[in-house]
């Protein structure tokens, strides 16, 4: 009798989730994990849709357009959030994406408008380093300086490509002698992120390439003031990170629902102290506490999605041919 | 075929070589099939591949050299604790590389114990990063696979013949040139063959420790053309690459390790009497010393770096590590179904393309074998709900080379010794299986299923491309904890699975041999 209870309790479930429609999005891994901003940002919309929202995560923001121009227009993603403005020409040129009816007042330090893509998230890049450390001021004085910096492989990650095209924005044509001077002190290169901030604080570097947000979760969560990133004086590049609905969506209007929702409080809540970004909508309640001690950037250094797109090959190839010596 | 004189049947051995050869070249032609642009290989690939040849091939030499002596000297010595020594050896093997490279780091990085020690001492630390770094590693990940494969070859010796050397009263040089050496041509080439063919995969160890874009091998270049250039075509060539030339060197030293077997015992009690001076004590202590430090004082600092959160792991991560067993066990299953058939037809002879088949799994580039899967499963399923069970059987096939290895040689030593006596007894296909093949292969099945449970619960490899957010696996939970800056979560996660794979590879290990002497 049990089982028969049982069974028909598990039908009865099944029957409700098929009933409500379900907004699939294809997302970054650290977005969905425990940790992330994933199972509050499930749980809020969910209270408000009457909808499965569905969190698919991808690695990282590469590999995330890599399988959406994988699956091309049969896929099952009604949404895409984690691109970033390194590989939007990229992802606009694929015609996979529809346009948005989103508006906002952006807290960007620069000025957006795209008809596609919505920004949800945004950061500067920054040498995270020990607070014990007086830091080198800008990228020339750290080649001359015998400060050690772990950085990663832009072929395989999105700070490594953030941080050649920060180079590159801050310096333009003299970039090459700037990666020659860099090389030095360059103690290694990682795969990805993870690898080079565990062997950052095992003690290998004295800077790693990170974000200024990065002392902040030290702060707030392991309530350590100990790590600190470094002010450089010819600016910081920004990560905008954005999100899109798929033109082959069955859901267009839930999917436009989580846009609008995505720029609202309950959504930008949640994200400095899960994604440790900065909220492209500072939120009525304002930021977390520990957020005013991070350092704030004099400039803001941003390629457009196009220069990026056309700049991206040359600087692979200038930092290929620096560090290969 | 006509019905020949065998006491097994070599076709279930083709069909699953058949079907792994499938899965892996069928893989890779769909990702080449879906390439839109392409714009061959650059100077940068070719360079890429030199690095790869070059680091692998120091890296197999270089552990194969150092394994001979371990192994000879955990061959000839009983010791309280040996077989738990000869598992935890088995461990730097099946970490997700990061947590090893971390591990490592605290030994032998610029403020690792020793560097520690140097600088005390008032010399400079170390200096890691380089070929010689990569080739650490490599060494540290591959030695205890080589030791045990080495191991394996002198365990395999019939008892019967250690005394006889006894009684005739062998001098060293002549127990060397009569038993050992043979032994050792016959192991050492497919030893050789599996750490290269490991190390040509390589991606995350070499460009971490080589110290940056010099370190670039083909499993990077494979990585950028598909996430930085979305060039299909490139990324199957350049698999393509990889993989004739694992086979290339799988081929070479398959050739190198025909020979006969050392002919049959009665399976008697092993006991030695050789290397009882106290020369050949110190020196196997010695040896034995050096690989515990090497291989374990890193592991060592992984359980230091995890202990203190050990107790409060988030639910999360224990509901991750019991995916991960179910996972692992499920890839064991697979990889025996798979492995047993193949060695038993390869053990009849006519081996090559079986052997061929299985070495395949070793240079496929699980990103490759990830993304075909993804293109050929998604018409017709739904690649996140298969996430698990294509996992269990990427992981089995990457596991076969590693079982065949381990299988092979006593499964042709079974069929020799013993299918003469079979066909005199008329005995039929199975009741051979059954009761003469897989008794005598206890040992060698316990040991190749115990190593693919292991190495499939550290593995990262398709779950990455396939997960959604409820399914993880122990290791891509490290790797979410990471990311999410929760490095003492990670570290406690790391030795969790330390402990699970160590133990399930223990268990599955000794289950083989129980009641068998080692």
New interface residues.
């Given amino acids: 009798m049990k089982h028969l209870i049982f069974a028909a309790g598990l039908l009865g479930a099944t029957t409700a989730l098929a009933e409500a429609p379900e907004l699939t999005v294809y997302t970054y891994?650290?977005f969905?994990?425990?940790?992330?901003p994933?199972p509050q940002v499930?749980a809020a919309f969910e209270a408000t849709c009457g909808c499965d929202l569905?969190?698919?995560?991808?690695?990282d923001g590469?590999?995330l357009?890599?399988r959406v121009?994988?699956?091309g227009d049969?896929t099952?993603a009604d949404l895409v959030l984690g691109l970033d403005t390194n590989l939007m020409k990229?992802a606009r040129d694929t015609g996979l994406f529809a346009p948005h009816a989103v508006s906002a007042e952006y807290a960007l330090p620069v000025n957006w408008s795209d008809d596609i893509f919505v920004p949800y998230d945004w950061g500067y890049f920054a040498f995270v380093h020990s607070a014990e450390i007086t830091p080198p001021a800008n990228f020339r004085a750290l080649a001359e300086s015998d400060t050690t910096i772990v950085i990663q492989?832009?072929?395989?990650s999105t700070p490594g490509l953030g941080l050649l095209m920060w180079v590159k924005a801050a310096y333009g044509d003299e970039a090459p002698v700037i990666w020659e001077g860099l090389a030095d002190n360059?103690?290694?290169?990682?795969?990805g992120?993870?690898?080079a901030?565990?062997?950052f604080?095992?003690?290998?570097?004295d800077m790693v390439l990170s974000y200024t947000t990065?002392p902040a979760?030290?702060l707030i969560?392991e309530d350590d003031a100990s790590k600190a990133a470094a002010a450089f004086d010819e600016g910081h590049y920004m990560q905008v990170e954005v999100a899109a609905k798929l033109a082959s969506s069955d859901q267009a209007e839930l999917a436009d629902q989580f846009l609008a929702f995505m720029v609202s409080d309950a959504f930008q809540e949640i994200i400095p102290t899960t994604n440790?970004m900065y909220p492209a909508i500072t939120p009525a309640s304002g930021l977390p506490d520990g957020f005013e001690t991070l350092i704030t950037p004099a400039t803001s250094l941003l390629f457009s999605p196009e220069d990026a797109a056309a700049l991206r090959d040359l600087a692979?190839d200038e930092?290929?041919t620096a560090?290969?010596r | 075929m006509a019905h020949r004189a065998q006491p097994l049947s070599a076709w279930p051995g083709r069909v699953a070589a058949l079907a792994v050869a499938a899965l892996i070249l069928g893989t890779l032609l769909a990702v080449a099939l879906?390439a839109e642009t392409g714009r061959g290989l650059s100077f940068?690939d070719w360079a890429a591949l030199r690095f790869t040849v070059v680091q692998a091939a120091l890296s197999a030499l270089l552990s194969v050299a150092l394994a001979v002596p371990v192994a000879r000297a955990l061959a000839r010595r009983r010791f309280v604790g040996r077989r738990l020594l000869i598992a935890l050896l088995g461990a730097p093997f099946i970490l997700p590389v990061?947590v090893a490279?971390?591990g490592l780091?605290?030994i032998f990085?610029?403020?690792g114990w020793l560097s520690d020690l140097l600088v005390a001492a008032g010399f400079q630390p170390l200096q890691i990063?380089g070929l010689h770094g990569v080739v650490l590693a490599h060494v540290f990940f591959n030695l205890p696979l080589a030791t045990r494969l080495i191991l394996q070859a002198w365990q395999e010796v019939p008892a019967e013949q250690y005394r006889i050397a006894a009684q005739l009263n062998f001098s060293p040089w002549t127990m060397f040139r009569l038993i050992e050496a043979p032994l050792l041509r016959r192991a050492c080439p497919g030893a050789l063959a599996v750490v290269f063919a490991i190390c040509l995969s390589s991606?995350?160890v070499a460009?971490?420790?080589?110290?940056?874009?010099?370190a670039t091998t083909l499993e990077?270049a494979i990585?950028?053309a598909?996430?930085?250039d979305?060039d299909l075509g490139r990324a199957a060539m350049l698999s393509g690459m990889q993989l004739v030339l694992t086979l290339c060197a799988a081929g070479l030293a398959l050739r190198l390790t025909r020979g006969d077997g050392f002919g049959t015992g009665l399976d008697r009690h092993l006991r030695r009497w050789d290397g009882g001076s106290i020369g050949a004590r110190l020196l196997d202590a010695t040896w034995i010393v050096l690989a515990a430090l090497f291989l374990l004082l890193p592991l060592l600092a992984i359980c230091i770096a995890g202990l203190p959160d050990l107790a409060r792991m988030?639910a999360?991560v224990l509901s991750a590590a019991l995916t991960s067993i179910a996972v692992a066990l499920g890839s064991t299953v697979l990889l025996l179904g798979l492995a047993l058939p193949m060695a038993a037809g390869v053990a009849l002879g006519r081996a090559g393309p079986i052997e061929l088949a299985g070495i395949l799994g070793l240079a496929a580039s699980p990103l490759v074998i990830g993304?075909g899967l993804?293109?050929l499963l998604?018409p017709v399923a739904?690649p996140?709900a298969l996430a698990l069970p294509v996992t269990a059987l990427v992981n089995a096939v990457m596991a076969l080379p590693f079982a065949l290895r381990i299988l092979i040689p006593r499964a042709r030593a079974v069929v020799h010794d013993m299918s003469r006596l079979a066909l005199s007894l008329d005995m039929g296909h199975v009741t051979f299986a059954r009761l003469v093949l897989l008794p005598r292969m206890r040992a060698q099945i316990g040991f190749a299923a115990g190593l693919a449970a292991a190495l499939s619960m550290g593995d990262l490899g398709v779950i990455?491309?396939f997960?959604?957010?409820e399914i993880a696996t122990l290791p891509?939970?490290i790797?979410?904890?990471?990311?999410?800056?929760?490095?003492q979560d990670a570290a406690a996660a790391a030795l969790l699975l330390l402990i699970l794979s160590m133990a399930i590879f223990w268990l599955l290990d000794r289950g083989g041999r129980y009641h068998a002497e080692a």
């Fill in positions: 891994d650290s969905v994990s425990d940790w992330g994933g499930e569905k969190l698919v995560g991808i690695e590469a590999a357009l890599a121009r994988l699956e049969r099952d990229a492989d832009p072929r395989s360059i103690v290694t290169v990682t795969k992120w993870s690898e901030y565990g062997l604080l095992e003690g290998e570097a990065s979760y030290h969560a440790w692979l930092w290929l560090l290969s | 879906r940068a990061i490279i971390l780091l605290q990085g610029r403020s990063y991606f995350a460009l971490t420790l080589g110290g940056g874009p010099r990077l990585y950028q598909f996430r930085f979305f988030p999360s993304t993804f293109i998604r739904d996140f990455a491309l997960a959604d957010a891509l939970q790797f979410r904890l990471m990311g999410a800056y929760r490095v």
